[in-house]
């Protein structure tokens, strides 16, 4: 079983940046895909950002330029630096996992096994 908790959501001005982390607990030997979900309220849980275990990343086109996804193998975690924060990307930030080398090209909810609880982030104008 792999437990994942997320840390570092918060408030910020538009332009702005904050720094999200997930650490990863559990059962992680072998390879993973993870990577990063929002969900703003009334709308759908949508992919931001994954890594394979290659360290090969993907985007979302709304956060290109101005997200970037890393991980410490080391230490478990994983990370999300958002840069020029919109008031669009004001939403819940979920940590995902599934234990599969690759992620697929179109990020769904339905391939990851594991979730984290969530983390808000808030931008205003």
């Known amino acids: 079983q792999v437990q994942l908790v997320e840390s570092g959501g918060g408030s910020a001005q538009a332009g702005g940046s904050l720094s999200l982390s997930c650490a990863a607990s559990g059962a992680m030997s072998g390879t993973y895909c993870m990577g990063w979900f929002r969900q703003a309220p009334g709308k759908e849980r949508e992919g931001v950002a994954a890594?394979?275990?290659?360290?090969?990343?993907m985007y979302a086109d709304s956060v290109k330029g101005r997200f970037t996804i890393s991980k410490d193998n080391a230490k478990n975690t994983l990370n999300l630096q958002m840069n020029s924060l919109k008031p669009e990307d004001t939403a819940m930030y979920y940590c995902?996992?599934?234990?599969?080398?690759?992620?697929?090209?179109?990020?769904?909810?339905?391939?990851?096994?594991?979730w984290g609880q969530g983390t808000q982030v808030t931008v205003s104008s």
């Open positions: 890594i394979e275990s290659d360290g090969s990343t």
């Open positions: 995902a996992a599934e234990a599969h080398t690759w992620c697929p090209a179109q990020l769904r909810v339905g391939f990851f096994g594991y």
